[in-house]
């Protein structure tokens, strides 16, 4: 199994990023696809999920309304669109996947996912 995210970059505050996560070895459409975050001595923060139909979505409250998540199973990738960047932002971004016990379902938590990717860095300058 292999998720490999993209879209790393630099950018100043106020910009965008979409950040990608090709997902192989897996059968994507089984599996709920979150985003999860880590900045430099801190935990691992959730950023999003979607569940495996994408008929749920759920943010962490310090991106609500400025990250959006999506996915393409027919491409098996999970996609992350980020406006409205802050330095707050600036972090490792990680994919993960969590077998979705049912469509709808999903989780936050970090030891819920089953499979990570390796992260890209997104920097956002003030």
């Known amino acids: 199994v292999q998720l490999v995210e993209s879209g790393e970059g630099l950018v100043q505050a106020g910009g965008s990023l979409r950040l990608s996560c090709a997902i192989s070895?897996?059968?994507?459409?089984?599996?709920?696809m979150g985003w999860f975050r880590q900045a430099p001595g801190k935990g691992r923060e959730f950023v999003a999920v979607?569940?495996?139909?994408?008929?749920?979505?759920y943010y962490g409250d310090s991106v609500k309304g400025r990250f959006t998540i999506s996915r393409d199973n027919a491409k098996n990738t999970v996609y992350l669109q980020m406006d409205t960047l802050k330095p707050t932002d600036t972090a490792i971004y990680y994919c993960?996947?969590?077998?979705?016990?049912?469509?709808?379902?999903?989780?936050?938590?970090?030891?819920?996912?089953?499979?990570w990717g390796q992260g890209t860095q997104v920097t956002v300058s003030s």
């Open positions: 993960a996947a969590d077998y979705g016990r049912t469509t709808t379902y999903y989780a936050i938590v970090p030891g819920e996912f089953d499979y």
């Open positions: 979607i569940s495996r139909s994408g008929g749920s979505i």
């Open positions: 070895g897996l059968t994507v459409s089984n599996y709920a």
